[in-house]
């Protein structure tokens, strides 16, 4: 591999014909769109025309991750190749990457090194337009709502109270508060407002959780817009917004296929982002991998505590699936650093006494790791961990969590697909296997007929760690008037912190005494939950003071270069 960037590997490699890939999954010829080369949409007539092998489903987790990630979607990607290693059909079915992380520090998503999805450039940029589709369809509605204020404001919508805001794309933390309708009387009505990043619209939640054309068109709908002088909730259907933006979604609708550099089908679909929205691809996509293969690897964003909670009780409930087992990936650095001996900063590198040998310290941290096995065996799934391995590591510290999984008597394998593919996570493949014929017994984390705070209650306290949870009092009041407005019974989706199970960043491993501040709720009753904002999170990222668009550019012969 030597130095060999992402970019280099995806382009040294000659991908499968995409009909090939499609006629692998059994997808009939007449459902496969080409777009491109190596990328095809696929109809959602597709689903009910194919066979339906009862393929097991598969979670790919992970505990609560460094600044720089822990291999995730590496890991996701190396299963389902390694699952093709050990002689069983799979399929990966994964989220399509932000511009705003792609452009920031984190970079794209598309696995990296040996396993990862291709093609590369067009996976982590535009692939097929849906996150435009998405940004305009939230634009269009926000235009209808200035546009209705400016010609009367009939539906009497309080200017205060529209929850509505455009979107973009990008990580922009200068439109996180913004002005508009300045001019004349003829520039619109004067008002503030936000702008979110499109992966944190609801509308994305939506594309992500629908079941079909005509389910998008009811959740965008439902979507509410804001409430009006009487204090009742004004939606996209009373501004009739919604039919044009279904319009406008149609295409998006249908999931993108591509392929691992070893062909192994991969569908990227959706993108919502798992610290403030659900996090995870679509149902459609799930739901046509499940026709098609005999393993759907798919994944949710972050750790147990965010992705694999909103999996489990907001995606699981939408789509019928229960997981047939989950994966939580950790690393030997995630783990060192939630042992609080070194000072891990966002947009630092890690530094450099974290790569000494220490297995002590992995134990130390270890508490995080029996944490998200803790939260995934809550659900009744069998857990299985992945260890994966990264330049640096010590074999003393990989003994060391193998070592805590096996005191949690749970699976465990090391995963080295980044440097070997599929045949790197051959193991894990194999552990994966037998977790699925161990069996799970899936359940709710909690009914959906008990009251919002009790909802959230339960989430704090057997998720979290925590004591219990102070509302504010707008929280309170919003959940009450959530409550009245009929909204009770629909799941929650907290914002919060991705880099510790409490709300504070700077909690690390698996904290204690301390309680969950929930400072404001927001329902999305399109995408069909409640969530509540824990602490200081935002909706809107700002760039880092080098972010990777610095790096980006194309070279004398017109090829993209520093896109990682």
Not at 90 to 100: D, I, T, Y
Not at 161 to 181: F, K, Q, S
Not at 318 to 338: C, E, F, N, Y
Not at 411 to 418: E, F, G, L, N, T
């Amino acid at each position: 591999m030597g130095s060999l960037e992402d970019i280099d590997i995806a382009r040294g490699v000659q991908p499968r014909p995409i009909a090939d890939v499609a006629a692998e999954l059994e997808v009939p010829d007449e459902f496969v769109e080409p777009w491109g080369r190596g990328i095809a949409k696929i109809s959602l007539d597709a689903i009910p025309a194919m066979p339906d092998p009862g393929a097991r489903y598969v979670l790919i987790t992970a505990t609560s991750p460094t600044p720089l990630g822990e291999g995730k979607t590496t890991t996701a990607v190396g299963l389902a190749d390694g699952l093709r290693h050990v002689g069983k059909r799979a399929v990966v079915a994964l989220r399509q990457p932000s511009l705003g992380p792609t452009f920031g520090m984190k970079g794209g998503a598309a696995g990296g090194g040996y396993a990862q999805v291709i093609p590369f450039e067009q996976l982590n940029l535009h692939l097929t337009g849906d996150f435009h589709a998405v940004t305009t369809a939230v634009n269009l509605l926000a235009a209808l709502i200035d546009n209705h204020l400016h010609r009367g404001n009939q539906l009497g919508l309080e200017e205060h109270a529209i929850t509505w805001h455009r979107v973009v794309d990008l990580n922009d933390r200068a439109l996180r508060h913004v002005i508009i309708g300045l001019g004349t009387a003829a520039d619109g009505v004067p008002r503030q407002t936000s702008f979110d990043i499109t992966a944190a619209s609801e509308v994305m939640s939506i594309l992500a959780l629908a079941s079909d054309l005509r389910d998008l068109r009811n959740r965008l709908g439902r979507i509410v817009v804001g409430y009006n002088r009487h204090r009742s909730p004004v939606t996209a259907e009373d501004l009739a917004g919604a039919g044009a933006m279904t319009v406008l979604m149609k295409e998006a609708l249908q999931p993108n296929l591509l392929q691992t550099l070893e062909g192994t089908p991969a569908l990227i679909h959706a993108g919502p982002f798992a610290n403030i929205a659900h996090g995870a691809s679509s149902i459609v996509a799930d739901q046509l991998g499940m026709r098609g293969a005999e393993y759907v690897v798919t994944e949710a964003g972050f750790g147990a505590d965010i992705g694999a909670e909103k999996f489990f009780n907001i995606k699981c409930r939408a789509s019928g699936l229960a997981p047939d087992a989950a994966v939580i990936v950790t690393t030997v650095r995630a783990l060192k650093m939630h042992s609080g001996n070194y000072h891990v900063r966002a947009g630092r590198p890690l530094p450099q006494s974290i790569l000494v040998e220490q297995p002590d310290d992995v134990i130390a941290g270890a508490a995080n790791l029996r944490h998200h096995i803790a939260v995934v065996r809550r659900h009744g799934v069998v857990p299985v961990v992945a260890i994966n391995s990264i330049a640096g590591d010590h074999e003393s510290e990989r003994d060391a969590i193998a070592a805590v999984c096996k005191e949690e008597g749970v699976r465990w394998a090391v995963v080295d697909a980044y440097a070997n593919g599929g045949a790197g996570a051959a193991d894990l493949a194999r552990e994966v296997e037998a977790a699925c014929d161990e069996g799970s017994n899936f359940e709710f984390l909690y009914s959906l007929d008990e009251p919002l705070t009790r909802k959230i209650e339960t989430i704090a306290t057997e998720i979290y760690g925590a004591d219990g949870v102070d509302y504010d009092l707008t929280a309170r009041r919003q959940l009450e008037r959530y409550e009245e407005y009929g909204w009770g019974r629909l799941p929650i989706c907290i914002a919060k912190t991705n880099m510790s199970i409490s709300h504070d960043p700077q909690l690390l491993g698996a904290p204690r005494g301390w309680t969950l501040p929930i400072r404001a709720a927001r329902a999305s009753v399109g995408a069909g939950f409640i969530y509540p904002l824990a602490g200081d999170v935002r909706t809107m990222p700002g760039f880092g003071a080098h972010p990777r668009a610095f790096d980006i550019d194309i070279d004398a012969s017109g090829d993209i270069v520093g896109l990682a």
